[in-house]
């Protein structure tokens, strides 16, 4: 795990090629946005560690043929901040070597690290914290925004695996036509 500053966020979002990074209507908040065709679906969940971990699993090995383990997970917002999340998420970081982190720094980038990228996502998702992912091997990603909903989308040029169509239809997640 290898902590960004904003600069080189936006450098390795902008290297992937199909995206941007753009201010949101909230202050201080920047949110991947595509910057070629995507397929998008928005999915509600009720938060939940097992329900955390079992998402984020989902997302890093059901969409795309190889399991995602590189890529770059922003977190927006961390709202209510509790000082209990706050305490794990910083012991994870610890874990990595990283003893001066700052919460308010909430820029990660893994590298060959799938279990990392499941950790932090799965927290972040069980806490209910709004995030970006963009996987570094795959113009795949994730955004968990507010309200209990995730986004999940792809280029229309990625491939993804056969049984997503259902996949989406089974978890009663919803096509978006256009990306806000």
Known sequence: ??????????????????????????ANIRRITPVVPVECYDCDY?????????????????????TVTT????????????????????HIVHLYGHDDFDPESRRFLFQNDYGGILTVMAWCIACDWEFDFVSGEHRFAVRKGEDLEIRVFWAVSQPIKPTVPQMMVNLECRKIFGFD
Do not use: C
């Open 1 to 26: 795990m290898q902590l960004l500053s904003e600069e080189q966020m936006r450098k390795w979002v902008a290297d992937r090629g199909w995206l941007t990074l753009a201010d949101s209507r909230v």
């Open 46 to 66: 009720k938060p939940s560690g097992d329900t955390g971990a079992g998402m984020a699993e989902l997302f890093l090995k059901e969409f795309v043929p190889e």
């Open 71 to 90: 890529g770059m997970l922003h977190i927006n917002r961390i709202f209510p901040w509790e000082p209990p999340q706050i305490a794990v998420l910083q």
